[in-house]
Structures are given as C-alpha cells and as structure tokens.
C-alpha cells in the first residue's frame, strides 16, 4: 500500500500530530444554513434530546435551555444568508427565549408561551355558542384530527395552535414559528368514543356557569330549532347535575326520539316514570313510542294515565289489526294479511320492523317481489342485539328470515345467508328461518356453480347447475335470468324469451331481462315486441343502441306489413303463409290467430277455406290464415301436424287449441270464446 504524502511545503516529523488533530480537531464556527442542521430530536416520549452532531458552547447553552424551559426554538441565518423557506412540522411546543430575526434582518425578542390548558379556553370564552363550538361542533379538534398540510420534507402539520397557521386563532407578527421533525406516533385507540370521553369536560365547564333548569331551558331552545344533537347534550347535563328530576328525562327521550334512536328513548321515559310514576308527559310519550313500535298493549297501557281517549283509540285500532293479520298468516290468507298489515302501519306503527315483515312476507307469498322489495327499503331497522332484547328472540327471528327471502329473490345471496343464519341463531327453534337458511345455501351454491360452467362455455351443464337452484325457489328472478343467457348461448330463443319473461315478472325493473328478451324477440321476427321492449329500455335509459334497434325493427315490420298485404286474395282476407318467418311473426302478434294446415289438392281443404271465409267476414278482429302443406313442408314439421286438413288456434303468441276440421260449429264457438 502507497504511503500517504504529505502536502508540500508541509513540517516534516508531524505523523503525531497528524494523527491528533484527525481526531480531535478544532472546533469550526457553526454556520447555520438550515433548519435540519439545529433541529432538536425530541422522541416520542415528549422528552428532548440533543442530536448527534457537535454543537458550540452557545449552542448547548440554548439547548440545555431549550430542554428546560421546553419552549419554540427558531434557528437565526448568518448575516448576508439568504433564509430558507419554513418548513412546518408537528412535536409538542417548544418556545425559546432567544431572540428571533425575521426575514427583514430585525431581531425581535418575544418569548413564546407554552399553550394553554383546553379547559382555560373554556373558562375564557363566554357564551354558550362558545362552548357548543368548542365541545360539539369541531370534532376533528375534540378527536385530535384536522386537516393536513403538506410539507416540503415530507412532514405534515396540522392546522392547530401554531403561529399564525392557526386559522386566527393567535397573531405571530409575521414570524415563521418551526418545530422540529419527530416520527408520527400511532393514536392508540380508545377504549369509548371521544364524545363520550368529553363530555365529563363540558359538564364541568357548564355546570360552573348554569343551573340544571338553566341547561333543560337551553336544551328545550335547540330542541324547538330542530337541533337534536346540541338539545341532547343539555339535557345529559341538566341530568349530571341533578339526577332525580323525572323531566329532565323525558325530555331526553324527545331528542333521542327527534334522532331516531326511539328505543333509547323508551329507556329514558321508563326512568323518568320510575322517579315520579304520575308524570303525565312521560306516559304519553312512552305510549306513543310503543304507538310506533308496534306494541298496542303496552301503548294502551301508559295512554290509560293520560286519559287521552283519540291516543286509546289509535293504540286499540293497531292492536285490532295486528291480530286480525296473525289470524290470517295462520290461515295463509296472504290477501288479508297484506290488508291489515298496512291498517296497522297506517294506524301508527310507523317505525314497527315486524309490522313491515308481514307486510313483506304477503307480498312474497302473492310473488309481488318488486313491492317487497321496495317495502324493504322503506322499513325501519335496528341493532341485532338492541332489537332481540325490545322485541324478543322469536320476533326478531321472523323479521330476518323475511328479510333474507328477499335479498334472496333479489340475487344478493351473501346478505341473505348472512340473515338467515342469524336468524337461526337468535332463535335455533324456528322451523322457518332454519328452512329459509338451507334454501339460500342451496340456491347460492347452484347459482355458484353455474356460474363456474357456464365461464367455462359449458352452457348446457350451467343450465342444469341452475335448475336445480330453481327447484328449491322456482321464483328466483336471478336464476331465470341466468339460465337464460345459457339458453341464448345455445339458440333457443322461444326459451330464452320464457325464462326472460318470468324474471320480468317478478322484477318489472330487470332492466338486463328485458334487453335479452328484446334481442331474442328480433331473432323470431316478433318486432311489434322487440320495439315495445326497446321504448322501455329508452325510457329508463335513454341509448343510441336502442334507438337503432328500435329504427330497424321498425323497417323491418314495415316490410312485414306490406309483404302480408300484397299475399292477401282479393275477396277473402284470408292471410297466404309463404315463408317460415312470415309464420312466426303471425303467431307471435297479439290477438287470436286461427291457421289451416290443408293440401290444395284435397276437396276437404278447399270446402274449409270457404268456411272460413264466411268466420272472417262474420269476426273480423280475429286473423285467419292458411299453408299448403306441399309447398312448405318445413312449417308444418315443428307445429306436429297429424291429420290433413287441420285447424290450429293461437293468441297472443301462444298455441290454445287443436281443432276437427269437420267440427264447424265447434271452431265457431272457440272462436267466439276466445276472439278478441
């Protein structure tokens, strides 16, 4: 290895000295250029330790004070420096008392305070606008949150109490106030809400300025303005204060009630009627709530205290009804339990979940599933737990396993597995929710497994996997829809169009059934059909696709129209079938259709051809037409012709009836029956 030379002109014999100032060397004049280079590492702990580099005696002066005095610490740029931009970070505040020198080059000396205590804002502040501001309104400042910004160095700040950042809070007189970097530490999480924590703070911040009436009148002020929230919190304090005033309590249960949480607010007017059991206002109240939740007896009970008869005859109307349509489940008379569920709910019971699942299980079990549906969203919901504990286990039992037929019905197979098997849980006894939880098992699993088949193009097999979800729940609209796309995948258009139809039937909204069955439409040739489904799907949808499908199958009806017109005969207005489509489109228009399959050739056919003439002239709503079986085979193979001549009926697209051709006076009467 090279020796290491030494500079020319260089003292010789100085390798100890060499090696004694490469360790400990003089100690250069500190340049303060940044604000990383005297930043000060203060850990996680809160606690402020000196950082590795090597200060000056000056510097570990003001560090020492730093640390003691636990105060803002600015760094000064040398003279003729240019200072950099400030770089926000979070720590806990540090204020020094050195003097600071702004960006105009003039030292200042301010010593900055430590902040104060949240709880001396308070006492500051006046007003009680002040104090729902501080404790209701800003709940990202409660919870330690706010909006971040973010820095140059990658740190973030929050808009908090520093400086002038502090949305006005505290004027800095144009200074930058900097704290150093520190790791984010990690907010542990509480073990209650913070609202909850703070609450024991604005009690005591109030409760040194209002009385308990004070803060029920202030309570009773935001109630009148529609503030529930802000009403609450007074009402809680009123009750801090002084527990054993039975109003205080009601009115609670009233803002609890404006919030929705109506079984909360039953707990509250039991406590109140506890303190003082002549309270008339509680009893009312407490009836009415039992009023919406469906509970007549209980209802009936408290309103007997208040003598109000209109509240009696309200609560013993929902009674009568609730027990007439338990009467007609028993008897499965789905029409009368349907009746006397919406009485119920229109006698009060507005926000009764079991009320509105009896209301939903008729309207099921009448396959009205689109109502149901929509009946479901319309219903009130509540916790699990809270729900079995008001309403019992065998109760909240039935309102889920309703719930899960639906979602079922709907194709949302998760949240009705997840329905059904809490209600099995709540209640391991009921006989229905443990056959609705299998049925949904089932049916989820073959839906699953079709859909597996049918990615893998193998149409026929994931056609079968759904069929056997439909034998379990024949009626579910997601299926049919599903095995009608494996039907389209193999041609079969007249099934395709059944399995779309039934769907539509039981979702009038099935807006992907209808598209499917407009498609399959225009594959036979129905286009009266496929233009009516198309206009729906503009109407909900509006679509350059659809309006194309509708301009096409219009031209070509047009077509069909003036082709059927220029093959009627002259005299007799009986239609001439030339060609297969010609045929299918006649079957599938509306109205009654009465076709002759005859061979020219024959005297039989010829002497029905002149009877029906006369049918035509005598019913002229009602279309005859007829095929020569010579000249068009093909036509007569799938409508399974047996005998020559023969007479079919059709109306409305499907097939009716088979008819002798020497039954005249029989074809007549079918056709008085069914003509249209």
Avoid at 131 to 141: A, G, H, M, N, T
Wanted: glycine fraction near 6%; include cysteine; aromatic fraction near 8%.
């Amino acid at each position: 290895m090279a020796e290491e030379k030494m500079p020319a002109g260089g003292p010789s014999g100085c390798s100890l000295k060499h090696i004694y100032g490469s360790f400990f060397r003089r100690r250069a004049p500190r340049v303060r250029r940044s604000v990383s280079s005297t930043s000060v590492n203060i850990p996680i702990d809160g606690t402020a330790r000196p950082t590795t580099k090597r200060r000056s005696y000056s510097d570990v002066s003001s560090r020492n004070a730093v640390t003691k005095a636990n105060l803002d610490y600015t760094p000064i740029p040398e003279e003729g420096e240019r200072p950099l931009p400030v770089v926000p970070v979070v720590v806990k505040q540090i204020v020094s008392s050195k003097p600071i020198q702004n960006q105009n080059g003039t030292n200042k000396s301010k010593v900055n305070r430590p902040q104060q205590p949240r709880k001396a804002a308070v006492q500051n502040g006046t007003g009680i606008s002040f104090d729902l501001d501080s404790f209701v309104s800003d709940p990202q400042r409660t919870n330690g949150g706010g909006k971040f910004v973010r820095a140059s160095s990658s740190n973030v700040m929050l808009f908090g109490e520093l400086g002038n950042l502090g949305g006005g809070r505290r004027q800095s007189g144009g200074n930058n106030y900097l704290t150093t970097p520190t790791p984010p530490t990690p907010k542990p999480k509480p073990s209650r809400p913070e609202s909850l924590n703070q609450k024991p703070t604005l009690c005591r911040a109030l409760s040194k300025r209002y009385t308990a009436d004070e803060l029920k009148e202030k309570g009773n002020e935001e109630y009148r303005n529609g503030k529930y929230t802000e009403a609450l919190m007074f009402y809680e304090q009123a009750i801090n204060t002084n527990p054993t005033k039975a109003s205080y309590y009601s009115n609670k249960a009233a803002a609890l009630t404006g919030l929705g949480q109506l079984l909360d607010a039953v707990d509250q007017c039991k406590e109140a009627i506890r303190i003082e059991p002549s309270y008339r206002k509680a009893h009312c109240r407490i009836g009415t709530l039992y009023l919406r939740l469906g509970d007549g007896e209980r209802a009936l009970k408290h309103y007997e205290h208040t003598g109000d008869e209109c509240d009696l005859k309200n609560a013993q109307n929902l009674k009568t009804h609730m027990i007439n349509y338990q009467d007609a489940r028993k008897l499965k008379d789905w029409t009368t339990m349907l009746k006397e569920s919406e009485l119920a709910i229109s006698s009060g019971a507005d926000s009764a979940p079991q009320v509105y699942a009896a209301k939903m299980e008729a309207l099921l079990r009448l396959q009205r599933y689109h109502e149901a549906e929509i009946t479901l969203i319309d219903s009130p919901t509540f916790q699990t737990e809270e729900s079995t504990k008001f309403f019992g286990p065998c109760t909240n039992s039935y309102i889920l396993t309703v719930c899960s037929e639906i979602y079922m019905s709907t194709g949302r197979f998760d949240d009705a597995i997840r329905e059904s098997k809490m209600a099995t849980q709540i209640d391991p006894g009921s006989r229905d929710a443990s056959r609705v939880a299998r049925n949904c098992k089932t049916v989820a699993l073959a839906r699953s497994k079709g859909n597996e088949l049918f990615k893998a193009s193998k149409f026929a097999e994931a056609s079968r996997a759904y069929e056997d979800g439909l034998d379990c729940d024949s009626n579910n609209s997601v299926l049919l829809f599903n095995r009608s796309a494996c039907r389209m995948m193999l041609f079969e258009w007249v099934k395709t169009i059944e399995d779309c139809t039934k769907a539509l039937n039981l979702r009038p909204s099935y807006t992907k059934a209808r598209e499917r069955r407009a498609i399959c439409y225009t594959k036979v040739k129905n286009w009266d059909a496929a233009i009516k489904d198309y206009r729906l799907l503009m109407e909900k949808c509006p679509s350059k696709e659809y309006e194309k499908a509708i301009a096409d199958s219009q031209n070509q009806l047009n077509k069909l129209r003036d082709e059927d017109a220029s093959v009627k005969d002259n005299d007799d207005g009986i239609v001439s079938i030339w060609s297969d489509d010609q045929f299918t489109s006649l079957i599938k228009s509306t109205g009654t259709l009465v076709v002759l399959f005859y061979d020219d050739n024959s005297s039989e056919g010829n002497e029905m051809t002149q009877f029906m003439k006369k049918l035509n002239t005598r019913y002229p709503s009602v279309t005859f037409a007829k095929v020569d079986i010579e000249e068009f085979p093909d036509i007569v193979k799938p409508e399974e012709v047996c005998s020559i001549p023969t007479l079919k009926i059709y109306k409305n697209g499907s097939w009716l009836k088979d008819m002798d051709d020497s039954d005249w006076d029989g074809l007549e009467r079918n056709i008085k029956s069914h003509g249209s």
